[in-house]
């Protein structure tokens, strides 16, 4: 789950972590309100939406005066905000973050987040603070600086020692760096964060750090153990399809491809994906109906999948461990006299109940229902039923 960058910062603070003065605003009024309470000569106006490159999409501007403030939160707000990660759409801006200039000697990268091939946490720095990090990790990588944390141990002196030491701090910078890398692990660690990125953190001239900006994610799956941080989840931010995915226990990603995928799996979901992409074809979504998938959730899957107007034609590929082939059929058999499925529906059942499953298809009779004998050729068939629809 991701969270604006107001909540994020105001969890920093509760963990003892330095951000600069700032409020959120949801008009024009409140924005000089903020603006007015917040003792400064300058400020900075940050759109709050789920998506970085907010600064050069015109989502983050500077203000000299309370009446440049006023100006700037009408136009910034109820704007479509286009970067780099929202697509060509854009988000609509909602929130503003009014915020106080911070005096800036040095700009640093300061991340955290689980090392997939360690299987632990790796806390991340680097000297080029407010870029891109993937672009300096590619381009320059010896600038990046890695430490790795084992949770039975947890953060350590040595650990902060290793970072200040890499991006080349006196003693006083390295005290400060170290009280601000032991709240955040912290943070990361009480809350179940997956992800806790500072870009900028800065070096005031008084040499301590403050959190410019921040944007944490949280673990979908330990939400239920921080009522507080799921009150934080700003619904308006989501994908509706995805979100009324959720509601049914369905995990469905909206991609831009014209072969609607449903599988049951995580893994069957990429191989999926990856052998229509093989066969020529491009995925329209990720829809996993799960190890318990009935014939109600496929029918969801269905209805929630035919939404997106790019669907062209629909592979149903599913492996019966646990969950019955002859249910799977039955639900798309319920999804044909429900909803009005006009796109060709390619598929590959297999496993428990395959051969049951296999007559229920062919006794109804449904002249878009094709039925394919393995992973490969029913991605071939949705390939060729996607561009002939």
Same mark, same amino acid.
């Given at each position: 789950m991701?969270?604006?960058?107001y909540? $994020?910062?105001?969890?920093l603070?509760?963990?003892g972590?330095? +951000?600069?003065?700032?409020k959120?605003?949801?008009?024009?009024e409140?924005?000089?309100?903020a /603006?007015?309470? +917040?003792?400064s000569?300058?400020?900075?106006v940050? %759109?709050?939406?789920? %998506?970085?490159?907010r @600064?050069?999409?015109?989502?983050?501007?500077?203000?000299?005066?309370?009446?440049?403030i006023?100006?700037?939160?009408?136009?910034m707000?109820?704007?479509?905000?286009?970067?780099?990660?929202?697509?060509?759409? @854009?988000?609509?801006?909602?929130?503003?973050?009014?915020?106080?200039? &911070?005096?800036?000697?040095k700009e640093?990268?300061?991340?955290?987040?689980?090392?997939?091939? !360690?299987?632990?946490?790796?806390?991340?720095?680097?000297?080029?603070?407010?870029m891109?990090?993937?672009k300096? /990790? &590619?381009?320059?990588?010896?600038?990046?600086?890695?430490?790795?944390?084992?949770?039975l141990?947890?953060?350590?002196?040595?650990?902060?020692? &290793?970072l200040?030491?890499?991006?080349?701090?006196?003693?006083?910078?390295?005290?400060?760096?170290?009280?601000?890398t032991k709240?955040?692990y912290?943070?990361?660690?009480?809350?179940?964060a997956?992800?806790?990125?500072?870009?900028?953190?800065?070096?005031?001239?008084?040499?301590?750090?403050?959190?410019l900006d $921040?944007k944490?994610?949280?673990?979908?799956? %330990?939400?239920?153990r921080?009522?507080?941080?799921?009150e934080?989840r700003?619904? !308006?931010?989501e994908?509706?399809?995805?979100l009324?995915?959720?509601?049914?226990?369905?995990?469905y990603i909206?991609?831009?491809?014209n072969?609607?995928?449903?599988?049951?799996? %995580?893994?069957? $979901?990429?191989?999926?994906m990856?052998?229509?992409?093989?066969? @020529?074809?491009?995925?329209?979504?990720?829809?996993?109906?799960?190890?318990? $998938? !009935? /014939?109600?959730?496929?029918?969801?899957?269905?209805?929630?999948?035919?939404?997106?107007?790019?669907?062209?034609?629909?592979?149903?590929?599913?492996?019966?461990? +646990?969950?019955?082939?002859?249910? +799977?059929?039955?639900?798309?058999?319920? /999804?044909?006299?429900?909803?009005?499925?006009?796109?060709?529906?390619v598929?590959?059942?297999d496993?428990?109940n395959?051969?049951?499953a296999?007559?229920?298809?062919?006794e109804?009779?449904i002249s878009?229902?094709?039925? &394919?004998?393995?992973l490969?050729?029913?991605?071939?068939?949705?390939?060729?039923?996607?561009?002939?629809?």
């Amino acid at each position: 789950m991701n969270i604006h960058e107001y909540q $994020a910062k105001q969890l920093l603070k509760n963990y003892g972590v330095t +951000i600069p003065h700032g409020k959120m605003a949801e008009t024009p009024e409140q924005a000089l309100e903020a /603006a007015r309470d +917040i003792d400064s000569q300058k400020w900075v106006v940050k %759109a709050q939406v789920h %998506a970085g490159g907010r @600064g050069k999409g015109g989502g983050v501007k500077i203000a000299s005066s309370i009446e440049e403030i006023n100006t700037i939160a009408e136009n910034m707000l109820g704007m479509k905000l286009v970067t780099h990660q929202t697509g060509p759409k @854009g988000i609509l801006v909602q929130k503003i973050y009014i915020e106080e200039v &911070a005096p800036i000697k040095k700009e640093y990268y300061l991340g955290l987040v689980l090392d997939r091939g !360690s299987e632990m946490p790796v806390m991340i720095a680097s000297t080029e603070g407010g870029m891109e990090i993937e672009k300096v /990790a &590619a381009e320059s990588p010896e600038k990046i600086i890695k430490v790795i944390i084992d949770p039975l141990i947890g953060f350590r002196n040595f650990h902060s020692n &290793a970072l200040a030491h890499g991006l080349g701090l006196d003693k006083e910078q390295a005290r400060s760096l170290s009280k601000f890398t032991k709240a955040l692990y912290k943070l990361y660690k009480e809350k179940d964060a997956s992800l806790i990125e500072i870009n900028p953190l800065v070096l005031k001239y008084d040499n301590t750090f403050i959190a410019l900006d $921040a944007k944490i994610n949280f673990d979908d799956n %330990a939400l239920f153990r921080h009522p507080d941080i799921l009150e934080m989840r700003d619904l !308006s931010e989501e994908e509706p399809t995805e979100l009324e995915a959720s509601n049914f226990n369905l995990n469905y990603i909206k991609l831009d491809g014209n072969v609607g995928c449903m599988v049951n799996g %995580a893994g069957l $979901a990429m191989s999926t994906m990856d052998i229509i992409k093989i066969k @020529g074809g491009e995925p329209a979504n990720f829809l996993d109906v799960g190890g318990d $998938a !009935s /014939a109600e959730t496929v029918a969801k899957g269905f209805e929630i999948i035919l939404r997106d107007k790019n669907v062209k034609a629909i592979f149903v590929n599913i492996f019966g461990g +646990i969950v019955r082939c002859d249910r +799977i059929a039955n639900g798309i058999l319920d /999804a044909a006299k429900k909803i009005n499925v006009e796109v060709p529906v390619v598929v590959r059942l297999d496993g428990t109940n395959a051969e049951i499953a296999a007559v229920i298809l062919k006794e109804a009779h449904i002249s878009n229902i094709i039925t &394919a004998y393995d992973l490969a050729d029913g991605a071939e068939k949705a390939v060729k039923a996607a561009q002939e629809f």
